[in-house]
């Protein structure tokens, strides 16, 4: 089993920047792709990023590209996402999940996530 744990959410203004931290604990000597997808209110959860386990692949959504940044480091077992220039369309629950997979595989969708946290709240006011 692997835990996943957020934090780094909050209120922030538009134009600001936070950033947002998944700890993984549990099996974490298996490999595994790391993505962060989004929920607001009546809408679908979306995927925002995602990183392969060896960080050399990454891939964004549309929305985000230019603005959100993903990365890991493993000797932590942390993935952090920072997101910069944000929007208020940005706000809704953050979500950190893992894929277990080979070193370079990265997954855009959330169904193929084996496991995911429980979430934190990011607030974008304009």
């Known amino acids: 089993q692997v835990q996943l744990v957020e934090s780094g959410g909050g209120l922030v203004q538009a134009g600001g920047s936070l950033r947002l931290s998944c700890a993984v604990s549990?099996?974490?000597?298996?490999?595994?792709?790391s993505g962060w997808f989004r929920q607001s209110p009546g809408k679908e959860r979306e995927f925002v990023a995602t990183i392969s386990w060896s960080g050399s692949s990454t891939d964004y959504a549309d929305s985000v590209k230019g603005r959100f940044t993903i990365s890991k480091d493993n000797a932590k077992n942390t993935v952090y996402l920072q997101m910069n220039s944000l929007k208020p369309e940005d706000t809704a629950v953050y979500y950190c999940a893992a894929k277990t997979t080979s070193w370079a595989v990265i997954s855009t969708r959330s169904h193929e996530y084996d496991y995911w946290g429980q979430g934190t709240q990011v607030t974008v006011s304009s």
């Open positions: 549990g099996r974490t000597f298996s490999t595994y792709a």
